[in-house]
Structures are given as structure tokens and as C-alpha cells.
């Protein structure tokens, strides 16, 4: 059997919902070929997403050995951390990929996440303001900038970061998730009484 066509295999198995055939053909392809790093990253992402973060956490140390400074390892492994809890060991490897590429957006978006939910609000948005410095409609950067800003009640900035998202992308996931966020936030500011009276709905 070829390696590369078991991981196109396992792939295509992922994407049709078959996740334990997909999880056999890419762990043959590995088997196969232990030094194949993209067929253990595409099993490493499979785990994550089969909520199995300590295997692919394995997966992605694996394929670190191999290359060490491969990003899409480095940020499969600061993944799989987070997911598995240690947003310490998460913040590190995202440490280590950002001193390589310091504008890689994916792990910037990633750090400022796992950064807030460790309550670092300043250290999160200074983040995601990196990642609009370079890309003023980046959707996700907008969109965890409006999450810093409902935490702290700032419901006025909080609803334009939002509406920054849905105008960046109208159709996407998180543009739905913000249209949510700016009935919730316009209803928040109303019980708290923030001095946001003319924020009015989109």
C-alpha cells in the first residue's frame, strides 16, 4: 500500500463522517511510514476533532521530531494541549512557533483565545490587535476582540468588533455567532446601564 494514497483515503473518510476508517488508513499510512509528517498531522487533527487531545498531542510531538519547527505541528500540538487543559504548555508552543513566524494569524488568533480564557484580557487583545494590524477585516480577530470587550462591559466596542465580523464575513459561522452576541450585548447594556443608551440594534 502507498502512504500517500492511504492519507488522501483517510482523509476523504474524515470528510464523509467515516472518522474510524479514516483513523485506521492514516494510522496505517504512519505505520508505513513512520517519518511521514503529513499523514500523522492529518491523524493528530482527527483526534483532536474525536475528542482525543492526548493522542494528538502524541502525533504532533511525533511529527516535531521529525521537523522541529514545522508550524502546522506546533500549532496542532499548542491545540491539543489546550484541549487536555495545559493552557501553560499551549502558550509555550505557540511562543515557540510566533519567535519563527511572529505574524502567523492562526496562532495569534489561537494565543489570544487560550490567553482568555486564562482571564489575561490585556495579553488576549494585544493578540488579536496584532492580527488586524495586518488584516483590518480578519473576522476572528475582530470577533474575540468583541469577547474581550463584552467580559469587561464595554458593550459599545464590544457590538462594533461583532459588526466588524459580520461585514468581514457575512456568511460565515462566526458572523452568526456575532449576530447573536449583539442582541445579547444590546440587552446587557440595557441591565447594566453602561451609558450606552444610543447603541441601537443593526
Do not use: C, K, M
Not at 522541529?68 to 487536555?84: K, V
Not at 459580520?166 to 453602561?194: H, K, M, Q, W, Y
Amino acid at each position: 500500500a502507498d502512504p500517500a494514497a492511504l492519507r488522501s483515503l483517510g482523509r476523504a473518510e474524515a470528510l464523509a463522517g467515516r472518522a474510524a476508517d479514516a483513523e485506521a488508513a492514516l494510522r496505517e499510512a504512519v505505520r508505513l511510514d513512520p517519518d511521514f509528517v503529513g499523514a500523522r498531522l492529518e491523524l493528530g487533527r482527527l483526534l483532536l476533532e474525536t475528542a482525543r487531545p492526548a493522542e494528538a498531542a502524541d502525533e504532533a510531538r511525533a511529527a516535531l521530531e521529525i521537523l522541529p519547527t514545522y508550524p502546522e505541528a506546533q500549532l496542532l500540538l499548542a491545540r491539543a494541549e489546550w484541549r487536555s487543559g495545559r493552557s501553560r504548555d499551549a502558550v509555550a508552543a505557540l511562543v515557540e512557533l510566533l519567535a519563527d513566524d511572529p505574524y502567523h494569524f492562526d496562532a495569534l488568533i489561537l494565543l489570544g483565545r487560550v490567553l482568555l480564557d486564562e482571564g489575561r484580557r490585556d495579553d488576549a487583545r494585544q493578540a488579536f490587535r496584532r492580527v488586524l494590524r495586518f488584516d483590518p477585516r480578519h473576522a476572528a480577530a475582530s470577533f474575540y476582540l468583541g469577547v474581550v470587550a463584552g467580559e469587561e462591559r464595554r458593550f459599545r466596542d464590544a457590538i462594533d468588533h461583532w459588526r466588524d465580523t459580520i461585514d468581514a464575513d457575512p456568511e460565515g459561522e462566526l458572523a452568526a455567532r456575532a449576530r447573536e452576541n449583539v442582541s445579547t450585548a444590546l440587552e446587557f447594556a440595557r441591565i447594566f446601564r453602561t451609558g450606552d443608551a444610543a447603541l441601537q440594534p443593526a
